[in-house]
Nanobody, 119 residues
């Protein structure tokens, strides 16, 4: 099975930037999509962004379009989330996710990394 480890979370002021990383290991399939979800206190976990194995297909939630960018590392077992123009509403635990396709991203989860955006 796949293990996912996130890093890069922290505290940032509104308007600032953070770069999250997620590394996957132990996969049982040759290719998989990866992406990010987030969950704020008292809120449902929501989809943020995803990228296909090849990197040729990406998807973003409307709330982050134009501000967040997902990308694959050269090894393709690593995914990055560049978050710019952060808003207090972006405060959440960010979870890396993976699946055989973008549609099955909930198959594997990381432990999450806290992103806090102060006003």
């Amino acid at each position: 099975q796949v293990q996912l480890v996130e890093s890069g979370g922290g505290l940032v002021q509104a308007g600032g930037s953070l770069r999250l990383s997620c590394a996957a290991s132990g996969r049982t399939f040759s290719s998989y999509a990866m992406g990010w979800f987030r969950q704020a206190p008292g809120k449902e976990r929501e989809f943020v962004t995803a990228i296909s194995w090849s990197g040729g297909s990406t998807s973003y939630a409307d709330s982050v379009k134009g501000r967040f960018t997902i990308s694959r590392g050269n090894a393709k077992n690593t995914v990055y989330l560049q978050m710019n123009s952060l808003k207090p509403e972006d405060t959440a635990v960010y979870y890396c996710a993976a699946g055989t396709t973008i549609a099955t991203l909930r198959s594997y989860w990381g432990q999450g990394t806290q992103v806090t955006v102060s006003s």
